[in-house]
């Protein structure tokens, strides 16, 4: 059986954020969160064109205060990419975020202000036609649920879950996305397995407060990694002490490494060792930089030595196979050229753009 075969996606709704679809099967949509004051519409609108510019799907935006909530309307107006309101303690928030016109709305059940301010949002989403995302964090969990539970656990998490899909059900609301996230990433994934198994609404994945990188990197790729490989997950966001663009490339590199969505070139290279005699990493990083604004879906192998070299460079789309003073460029297995190692990064460049020619343009994805 081929590996991608082995794959099972969890079918859910699908919900419209903007006019990005959730669940369904849709492609797995990466998402960060702007780290400008909002109040700040110009700086707010340049940090949301560069996380266009790196393949961001939809961006969600603090709304701590009026001021904030009313910038939301000329900040929407700009731009295409669909916008999340992000809205605790004060569901007025929300109401101004949704005359605003965004295109969705995440509550906190644990400090939204209970079951009245909940129904208030909820029935103003439906008039506008905008889904809701029930986002669960551990770190402010309803009291009574602590109480209940003395910590934030996974069945704490998802009773919170539980009661207030119950609630939006109960008055007829289901364009729903679920996300329930923790800061551990035992909980984070042992609680979606819990909802996953319980619900048919989309999720939103993610380990909350992941750290800087590199630490919160490797955190957000098992904890997301994990739950994608198990088929759950219909949008994901990494959360990293950093600028949001690495949010993004980050969630990218996540799913390309699974193969469930690739924008852009994957790139295989040897660690190194012992056998290699050329300056691999200098030639890594070239291609790199050559590479990154390449958005056509492909594999370049750039290998030191002759172990695992040519059968790698082999599968690729592209490849280099190099050595001491020669350097093999291979195109599916079939040896273009034989070229002297300085060369060998323009070579593989030139092979590279008449692979992106034969397929033509980018597909939007």
Known sequence: MHLRESYVRRMTRTVYVGDVPIGGGSPIAVETMTKTDTRDVKATLRQIKSLEKVGCDMVRIAVPDYEAAEALAAIKQKVKIPIIADIHFNYKLALMALEAGVDCIRINPGNIGGREHIIRTVEAARRHGVPVRVGVNAGSLEKPLLQKYGTPIPEALVESISRTVSLLEDIGFTEIILSAKSSRVQVTIETYRMIANRFRYPLHVGVTEAGPPPSGIIRSAVGIGTLLAEGIGDTIRVSLTAPPEEEVKVGHEILKALMLRQKGPIIISCPTCGRCEIDLMRIVRQVEKKLAK?????????????????????????????????????????????????????????????????????RRR
């Open 294 to 362: 390449v958005k056509e879906p492909t594999v370049v192998a750039i290998m030191g030595c002759v172990v695992n070299g040519p059968g790698e460079a082999r599968e690729a789309d592209v490849g280099i196979a190099a050595g001491k003073g020669t350097a093999l460029i291979f195109r599916k297995g079939e040896i273009i050229k034989k070229v002297t190692p300085s060369k060998a990064v323009d070579a593989l460049l030139k092979e590279m753009k008449q692979v992106v020619k034969r397929r033509g343009k980018p």
